[in-house]
């Protein structure tokens, strides 16, 4: 039987650190960490982006791994959780040691009031 979107993103979530947005804040404050966005620019354009966050659309991640340094925390987001769950599990794959996601994504940031990056 073929596996949906959601059986994937399920098995996903159950192998990476899912952060709220509190949790992925806090980090943020500490230092050391980089935000990953894996939205398209459409939708950046749309509501913004967490502040510091590098804009990586998650077709290209693969590819755009030089622009994440391994050594740090690396903590993925899209719009809902699904896309950077999954990508939080390919960038395991690659050998990166340190990730996590932002489960609920920018909607469950904005839904908290966190800040915006509109620029």
């Not at 620019?41 to 967490?50: C, P, Q």
């Not at 990730?99 to 620029?119: I, Q, S, Y």
Request: with cysteine; hydrophobic share 45%.
């Amino acid at each position: 039987m073929a596996k949906s979107a959601a059986d994937m993103v399920g098995a996903a979530k159950a192998q990476v650190e899912n952060l709220t947005p509190a949790q992925v804040a806090s980090e943020m404050d500490s230092g050391d960490v980089v935000i990953v966005d894996l939205r398209e620019s459409e939708e950046l354009a749309a509501t913004g982006r967490i502040p510091g966050a590098v804009h990586v659309p998650r077709g290209l991640l693969e590819f755009k791994t030089s622009e994440i340094d391994p050594s740090k925390r690396v903590i993925l987001h899209c719009a809902a959780g699904g896309r950077s769950a999954l990508a939080a599990v390919t960038l395991k794959e690659m050998g990166y040691e340190n990730v996590a996601h932002l489960d609920g994504g920018m909607t469950a940031w904005l839904n908290e009031g966190r800040p915006v990056d509109k620029g």
